[in-house]
């Protein structure tokens, strides 16, 4: 598939935790294989209506006030938390940054690849501040 700019791209759908580790990588996906064929059975929508806790979480005075409210709360907390692990990830291997000259079965499979070893990076290092590009 190729993108808006002419480059060939692929989804991702991944899962993360609060420890910045990626729980459920599936790669493959051909471009823009519409995101609500990839996100069918997997989007959790926030609750429209109710509050949404962005900002709020230091303060008692907006302490979610249901369950509805709290979901929202843990929602924004938790896509703070994807737009932190994407961006570490990005900036850690920077070969996801242009155009990728290997297969498209490579390039799925490097995402596995580079996912599993972000995780490990992640937890015996404790640092996200070195940069990984690989080799043709």
């Known amino acids: 598939y190729r993108n808006r700019h002419g480059n060939i791209s692929q989804s991702v759908l991944a899962l993360c935790n609060f420890d910045l580790e990626f729980m459920y990588v ?17 989007f959790l929508a926030l609750f429209r209506g109710v509050k ?16 509805k409210e709290l979901f929202n709360l843990h929602h924004g907390s938790l896509r703070n938390v ?16 242009s155009t990728s000259p290997f297969l498209f ?3 799925v499979e490097l995402v596995l690849a580079c996912t599993t070893l972000h995780n490990f990076l ?7 501040e070195f940069s990984i590009e690989l080799m043709d």
């Open 105 to 107: 079965k490579t390039q």
């Open 122 to 128: 992640h937890k015996e290092c404790r640092s996200d």
């Open 52 to 67: 949404y806790h962005l900002q709020d979480f230091a303060s008692q005075v907006n302490d979610p006030k249901n369950e």
């Open 82 to 97: 994807i737009n932190k692990i994407f961006g570490t990830f990005k900036s850690r291997f920077t070969n996801f940054k």
């Open 26 to 42: 599936l790669s493959g996906w051909e471009g823009l294989a519409h995101d609500s064929e990839l996100l069918n059975d997997a």
